[in-house]
């Protein structure tokens, strides 16, 4: 690319930068997330999310809900609630860093169409990408719920599916 159509690109190229970046940074959390046993911590799904717990009455609700796990009946019955807390924080920040990623990604979209910066040509990648973003998301619902269900453990296929997924998004972007 020559430098004439890499200035006129530059907004473009550091947007997707910094979906690359927040893309690495969610595998690491998820690493982490996998390594603290952390992945099963929340229970319940909201496209938009929520609130982290900020005081006791609420850490109560979020135990209680996760009590109800079949991680929690069959491995982690003894767990009291100061050992919930780090899990649920690990799987929180994983969850969080997915939205401000699909806010990034989104808000940068508009931004570029706005200031009439997308080429037609560059329409189809820019869709492909955003389906691969969803379906990520998608991935790690379907991974999650495996382990939700009787079986207490994520599905080793849904994990690496999940993980694939990730790098090649990575890759793609």
Not at 34 to 53: A, C, E, K, N, Q
Not at 56 to 81: A, C, G, H, T, V
């Amino acid at each position: 690319m020559n430098l004439i159509k890499q200035s006129e690109y530059r907004g473009i190229i550091n947007w997707l930068l910094a979906g690359c970046v927040l893309i690495y940074i969610m595998v690491v959390i998820g690493c982490l997330t996998r390594l603290t046993h952390s992945g099963l911590s929340i229970t319940d799904w909201s496209f938009m999310g929520s609130v982290p717990p900020l005081n006791e009455d609420m850490w109560q609700e979020r135990f209680q809900k996760y009590q109800q796990s079949p991680e929690f009946q069959k491995i982690n019955y003894n767990m009291s609630l100061s050992e919930f807390k780090p899990i649920f924080l690990w799987e929180y920040i994983h969850r969080l860093i997915g939205r401000v990623m699909m806010y990034v990604f989104a808000i940068g979209f508009v931004y570029f169409l706005v200031r009439k910066k997308i080429k037609n040509w560059m329409w189809p990648a820019f869709i492909l990408l955003f389906v691969m973003g969803a379906m990520q998301a998608v991935i790690g619902w379907w991974m999650v719920y495996s382990g939700l269900q009787k079986q207490p453990a994520v599905s080793h296929y849904r994990l690496a599916t999940h993980l694939m997924s990730a790098f090649t998004l990575f890759a793609f972007t």
